[in-house]
């Protein structure tokens, strides 16, 4: 009985000794952020808005906070925000920026990583835009 | 029997708070610490969480050693603008990424959470509004 108990434990963390731990990612595609005079419009977010990127942590971007375009990748504008902490988490944790095209919110650009998370449903965000506003 | 249990309470609190920071703490220093210099940003990293006080890996940024995850401890980096990866190493690695910007001050609690041996610690990038709340009462473990 000994025996088999020793040889389950054994079994067990041979089994799991090679695991990373590190089982959730964030989706990433390589991207290349344009900075220069593609966008200057800025928008406020007119209501919260909930999402959920790839790593399956819930977000809230909040109602009131100001987006500034900083550039554009080949999925849509990037904004960034200097009124709320965004960051994409999986088992690791990403800063990140918001991508938009055609007025919805279809991905994150995480500016350390130049890399592009996508969503899965993209989100339609409702905004008051501020165009040609000194950023 | 009463004494048995008061000496294992007391070998338990003991235990308990052997793993946390002792020095001064961020309130009574804050005015007294120098701004960063004008061409950099300031990154303040604390730990609140006393749980798993034991496990107290080392802190990197950007692969070099800057502190360790001490319970209810504190301490800060200066860096110029850029783009930069906080570590933390126990059974596994976790990190944070995220950028710095001169002037710009930003705030990074320790977390842990549940692992297989050890507890996991792993960094969070949060509103200045709440790191500067909850660090008050940190102490300070940097060199």
Redesign the interface.
């Known amino acids: 009985m000994n025996k088999l108990i020793v040889i389950l434990i054994f079994l067990f963390t041979f089994s799991v000794g090679g695991c990373a731990f590190d089982v959730i990612h964030v989706k990433q595609i390589p991207v290349n952020l344009e900075s220069g005079n593609y966008c200057d419009n800025s928008f406020v977010l007119s209501t919260n808005a909930d999402v959920t990127p790839s790593g399956g942590y819930k977000r809230t971007l909040k109602q009131g906070t100001r987006w500034d375009c900083i550039g554009r990748v080949a999925q849509g504008n990037v904004y960034a925000t200097k009124d709320q902490i965004l960051t994409i988490e999986a088992s690791n944790v990403f800063e990140a920026y918001i991508v938009i095209s055609s007025k919805k919110l279809v991905g994150f650009y995480l500016p350390v990583e130049h890399t592009y998370s996508p969503l899965e449903n993209p989100i339609p965000l409702v905004m008051d835009e501020l165009k040609q506003q000194p950023k | 029997m009463k004494i048995a249990l008061n000496a294992f309470a007391a070998i338990f609190v003991a235990f308990f708070l052997a793993g946390c920071a002792t020095g001064p703490k961020f309130s009574e220093i804050s005015s007294s610490i120098d701004e960063p210099a004008a061409d950099k940003g300031r990154i303040n990293i604390y730990r609140t969480a006393v749980l798993g006080a034991a496990v107290q890996p080392e802190v990197k940024l950007n692969g070099e050693v800057v502190g360790k995850a001490v319970p209810n401890g504190f301490f800060y980096v200066d860096r110029g603008p850029g783009?930069?990866?906080i570590t933390t190493s126990t059974?596994?690695?976790?990190?944070?990424?995220?950028?710095l910007d001169k002037d710009q001050t930003r705030y990074v609690r320790l977390n842990i959470s549940m692992?297989?041996f050890v507890g996991?610690v792993?960094?969070?990038?949060?509103?200045n509004t709440v790191g500067k709340q909850e660090i008050q009462q940190c102490s300070y473990t940097g060199r």
Do not use: A
Request: without cysteine.
């Open positions: 783009d930069y990866k059974e596994v690695d976790r990190h944070l990424s995220l950028t692992g297989f996991h792993y960094p969070e990038l949060v509103e």
